[in-house]
């Protein structure tokens, strides 16, 4: 009981995954800034505004919205996080979970922050948010079958396995899936989707801070808003760490290893940095027509190619 | 279900961080309707430029607007010195054109990075204002100021570019240049970008007759109007250049006229340049000693589009009346086409497209009496006072 319960709150979950997405989350605030000629944040100030959010900035509730609801949507969000990156970062670290079927939940794990994104600004009261969560619910409609075909392309490639443990142990008796010519088109796909699924530009629709005022987001503050910082920061990490384990072979942290792990996620990161900073936003019909035909095609394109082993 | 939602725009907005409300009314994510209210900030330009002295309402129309800062002096020099019937020499023709065209390449650069800003593309934004610097530091070495240069006056300029500045001024231009090449290209060789502004907020060439939009929002729509042609001031007749007009109308077309209107700009002043190596170093101001009666109109391109003056001299040392209209103000009502039909995120970047100018459009005030705080005059009684005085004078003549 008490290893769950150490596993789930510090090692490898919540507090191990918030530390570490807040100095990715930091990595990118630092590359958009050199990017872009400007100097950019210290190393901690992730956790500075977090705990400035936290502490010090009131809380202002909105008048005419469901407070309960609104109030929840955050915590919901962080849980969700925090148990989709136990399930990832465990298998990730070497340690089975001994349960069979784990890719699935992850899937599900994945989508309950954006969803509660969604029900909490709804129980805002603000239009601004309704049509932030508009375009987030059509925005999840649209990747999630993505990333499903994305995780089917992984199933047929590791031979039937829906245990993530398991994959990347195939993919270190064999190679990496991302060595193949199937992996490389599953990689971009699920780049593309991580993407959406962070709500970086080009998809960052549902915030467009120039257009809906940071949308879904609009209404809070204080220390709901530096909850929900705080699974945007989970998400960072969890998200490509999910890629690593499913594609690239997964992290070994024992001596030169260590690096290398540091490394690939560097790398991903660098390349969701990379892709927001060399694009405008996208409209949100544009972007379920992106999901829609040319990505799932790459899928499907992956998945064909994987069944024939290549 | 027809049930329409208020998307407001402004007071308070990160689209554009100035006084201005928009109301989208939508229907999901289509704008069915618009309207808009300005007038958060009034100022009283017009009426305390009839308190001030010539030379004074200079500095104070120069503060109409901070970034086209320039183009009201010109509009103004040009009203005064139809009043007074004087021609300028050529070297302050050449520097006023210098000043006027450095103004339109930073204030173009300026709207370039917006736009990016406003379509989430933040490198562009961060790129186009970094190389805005060197044009405000070139401000800074002819005139003192990177803004609000206060370089005109009735009969010339104030002050003079020496032979000594000009091979500076030539690099700036040179690597203004190099960086155009280079934005033109993150803007025309991106496909999301296309995907973002074609077709979107179109403008046809009846819409621009039907609501007398000017400038670049009117060229993009394929209406060639241009003053600085159309009724010569200043420099342009001396100098080879054309007016750059684009067809589709779109935002795209917009960002397109903008961009290439700098290269001609850039031609322009390489070419004021070699004019002013001709001229007499110095001979920068022709003395004016009293203005007559009498009324004179100043028109100027600024880089928004028509700035336009109307001066009435009653033969003292202050305007009698002094009638402002800048671009913004006509650009504004074309919304009403543009934005209806379209969804949220075109409608933002339509409304960013036409470069607004709050500061511009608005310069009525409410007095207020500084002592007891009471208000003397709303807007209202402003126009009608002003009408009052504008007939008195006119039964006068």
């Known amino acids: ?310 | 279900m027809s049930k329409q939602t208020l998307i407001p725009i402004g007071p308070y907005h990160p689209l554009q961080e100035e006084p201005e409300l928009f109301k989208l009314y939508c229907e999901g994510e289509i704008v069915k309707d618009i309207k808009w209210e300005t007038g958060y900030n009034h100022r009283g330009i017009e009426k305390l430029s009839e308190k001030k002295s010539y030379d004074e309402v200079f500095f104070l129309v120069e503060r109409i607007c901070g970034i086209c800062s320039t183009s009201h002096p010109f509009a103004f020099a040009n009203s005064v010195e139809e009043i007074i019937n004087v021609e300028i020499t050529n070297r302050a023709k050449y520097i006023r054109s210098i000043i006027g065209e450095l103004e339109r390449i930073h204030s173009h650069l300026l709207w370039v990075g917006l736009a990016g800003h406003f379509l989430g593309y933040n490198t562009v934004f961060m790129w186009a204002w970094k190389y805005r610097e060197p044009v405000l530091d070139l401000f800074e070495m002819i005139a003192g100021n990177r803004n609000n240069y206060a370089m005109f006056k009735i009969g010339g300029v104030r002050r003079d570019i020496e032979k000594a500045k000009i091979p500076a001024i030539q690099e700036v231009l040179a690597l203004v240049k190099k960086k155009t090449d280079l934005l033109v290209g993150a803007v025309t060789d991106d496909p999301v970008f296309h995907a973002r502004t074609k077709g979107v907020g179109v403008l046809t060439r009846e819409d621009i007759v039907n609501f007398a939009a000017v400038g670049p929002t009117a060229r993009a729509s394929g209406v060639d109007i241009d003053i600085r042609r159309d009724d010569p001031y200043a420099a342009y007749p001396l100098v080879n250049w054309k007016v750059i007009t684009s067809e589709a109308g779109d935002v795209f077309a917009k960002a397109e006229v903008r961009l290439l209107e700098m290269y001609e700009s850039i031609s322009i002043i390489e070419q004021c340049l070699e004019g002013l190596k001709r001229e007499k170093e110095g001979d920068i101001d022709v003395k004016v000693k009293h203005i007559p009666e009498g009324y004179g109109i100043g028109r100027a391109e600024a880089p928004r589009g028509e700035v336009f003056h109307f001066v009435v001299s009653d033969g003292s040392n202050s305007p009698a009346r002094h009638k402002i209209r800048a671009p913004s103000y006509t650009n504004i009502a074309t919304f009403k086409k543009s934005c209806v039909g379209q969804s949220i995120s075109d409608a933002t970047i339509t409304l960013a497209a036409v470069d607004p100018c709050y500061c511009c459009t608005e310069r009525l005030a409410v007095a207020i009496d500084r002592n007891n705080g009471q208000r003397i005059m709303n807007a209202k009684e402003i126009i009608e006072h002003s009408t009052q005085i504008t007939n008195r004078l006119l039964n006068n003549e």
Not at chain 1, 21 to 46: E, H, N, Y
């Open chain 1, 1 to 310: 009981m008490e290893t769950y319960l150490f596993y789930f709150l510090i090692y490898p979950g919540f507090l191990f995954a918030a530390v570490i997405g807040a100095f990715l989350s930091w990595f990118d605030r630092k590359i958009t800034a050199r990017v872009q000629f400007r100097k950019g944040p210290p190393l901690l100030q992730p956790f500075y505004d977090f705990f400035k959010l936290l502490l010090v900035k009131e809380t202002i509730l909105p008048a005419r919205g469901a407070k309960g609801v609104f109030l929840a949507a955050p915590v919901f969000a962080v849980f969700g996080a925090t148990m989709a990156g136990v399930f990832i970062l465990l298998p990730l670290m070497n340690i089975t979970t001994g349960f069979h079927g784990d890719l699935i939940v992850i899937f599900y794990l994945l989508t309950i922050p954006s969803l509660t994104y969604v029900i909490g600004a709804l129980s805002s009261g603000n239009p601004l948010a309704a049509v932030g969560a508009s375009r987030e619910m059509k925005l999840i409609m649209s990747y999630e079958l993505t990333f499903l075909l994305v995780m089917a392309g992984i199933i047929i490639k590791s031979g039937q396995s829906i245990d993530l443990y398991q994959i990347i142990q195939i993919q270190r008796e064999g190679s990496p899936f991302i060595g193949s010519f199937s992996g490389v088109l599953l990689f971009i796909v699920a780049i593309f989707c991580l993407q959406a699924k962070l709500a970086l530009v080009p998809f960052d629709m549902p915030e467009a801070e120039t257009e809906i005022c940071d949308g879904i987001f609009i209404e809070y503050s204080g220390t709901p808003y530096a909850m929900i910082r705080l699974s945007k920061y989970m998400l960072f990490f969890i998200l490509p760490a999910f890629i690593i384990a499913i594609l690239m072979n997964g992290i070994k942290l024992e001596g030169i290893h260590i690096l290398w792990a540091i490394l690939k996620l560097l790398a991903v990161v660098l390349l969701l940095t990379l892709i927001r900073n060399t694009n405008p936003r996208v409209k949100i019909k544009q972007a379920i027509r992106f999901f829609f035909t040319w990505m799932n095609l790459l899928a499907i394109i992956a998945i064909v190619l994987a069944i024939f082993g290549l």
